[in-house]
């Protein structure tokens, strides 16, 4: 059983390290440091590596100080986790396969030894919450509130349709290790700071709307005027999915002249990780992203057909095979 060899793997090992994927969210952050913790409690060597580190949010988090951007050498047993393919991890494996592979993105690709995927979990932390003790590992409160903090951050406060009442459940457990939920879901949720949220004033200001699909992008010259220096879309991808009547949301972000980061949400049954997938990305199906050659406009201009056609293809098929029934 999977479980089985995951615990050999790690009984086996003395130096363990552990990487997820760059830009890293919530998930990223808390499955990475939680596993960290409990493997550095049963006297595991531990190198924690994310190649941008940790954003200012998640920096309150216990273990963070363990965060390193490169890996010294080494280590027996490489665990990549919340990953769906080895480029996102920013290249810091350099050509080493993993050993284990944890996560929860349908989109993942199978590139370790062993592979813990499950797909119906609402986050990596959740995989964790409920498999760690199969491998001897056992949960303190700094652990239990860097894994809830994941499982907040991924289901954006159980909000997303993929909650289940198993992900209660896991999380109601580490609630009664000692995580406080409330203080948790503010800091990873509702606390944005002040330039973070200048920085999605410009970009809410040119949103636009065509046929169910609401888009707009962030561009290098909002995040300089607005001081936002975070790589990331401060969150704003969340805030364009909580919009009324959308089907799909779009929101671009500028990286540099030639590179541009697509971030899609998706209402009901509009499943856009394939058409992630398809642009070299990868996600769930109701959130994925992907990096795209090109200038914004270029991006833009090919996302946006790329996504309408998508729409059109998936209404003509629900209205055809509706007929089809009849
Ligand atoms: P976000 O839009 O918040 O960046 O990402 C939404 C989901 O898609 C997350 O689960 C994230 O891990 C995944 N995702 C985002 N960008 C990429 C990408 O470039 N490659 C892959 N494989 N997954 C991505
Ligand atoms: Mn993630």
């Known amino acids: ?27 990223a952050i808390g499955a990475s440091l939680g596993l960290g913790m409990a493997l550095l409690n049963i006297g595991k060597k531990v190198q924690v590596v994310l190649k941008d580190g940790i954003s200012s949010t998640f920096r309150h988090l216990p273990g963070a100080d363990l965060v390193k951007r490169a890996f010294e050498p080494g280590i027996d047993l490489m665990i990549v986790d919340d990953c769906s393919d080895l480029i996102r991890t920013g290249g810091v494996l350099g050509d ?25 979990s609402v986050a990596t932390s959740a ?3 409920k498999h760690m003790p199969f491998w001897g590992l056992s949960f303190t409160p700094e652990i239990a509130k860097t894994l809830l903090t994941g499982i907040l951050s991924d289901s954006i406060g159980f909000r997303t349709s993929n909650t289940t009442s198993e992900s209660l459940r896991l999380a109601a457990g580490l609630m009664d290790v000692g995580a406080d939920i409330s203080e948790l879901y503010n800091k990873a949720l509702l606390t944005h700071s002040y330039e973070a949220t200048k920085f999605w004033g410009f970009a809410l200001a040119r949103m636009q709307r065509e ?21 990331d879309d401060a969150d704003l991808t969340n805030l364009l999915s909580s919009i009324e009547s959308y089907e799909v949301a779009v929101l671009f972000i500028e990286q540099s002249i ?13 499943d856009i990780s394939n058409l992630a997938h398809e642009m070299g990305g ?33 209404k003509s098929y629900a209205i055809n095979s509706d007929g089809d029934r009849k």
């Open 211 to 231: 046929n169910g699909l609401v888009w707009t992008a962030l561009t290098l010259d909002d995040r300089k005027a607005s001081g936002y220096f975070g790589n």
């Open 96 to 120: 080493r396969i993993p050993d284990i592979n944890i996560d929860h993105h349908i989109t993942n690709e199978l590139f370790a030894e062993v592979n813990l995927v499950e797909p119906d």
């Open 282 to 314: 990868g996600g769930h199906p109701n959130a994925a992203g992907a990096e795209l050659e090109g200038t914004l406009a270029e991006v833009q201009e090919k996302v946006l057909r790329m996504t309408q056609d998508y729409l059109k293809q998936v």
């Open 1 to 27: 059983m999977i479980d089985d060899m995951i615990r050999e793997k790690i009984v086996g090992a003395s130096s363990i390290g552990i990487t997820s994927h760059i830009r890293p969210d919530g998930d």
């Open 127 to 129: 995989i964790l919450a």
């Open 258 to 270: 030639t590179r541009t980061r697509v971030s899609w949400r998706s209402a009901g049954e509009f």
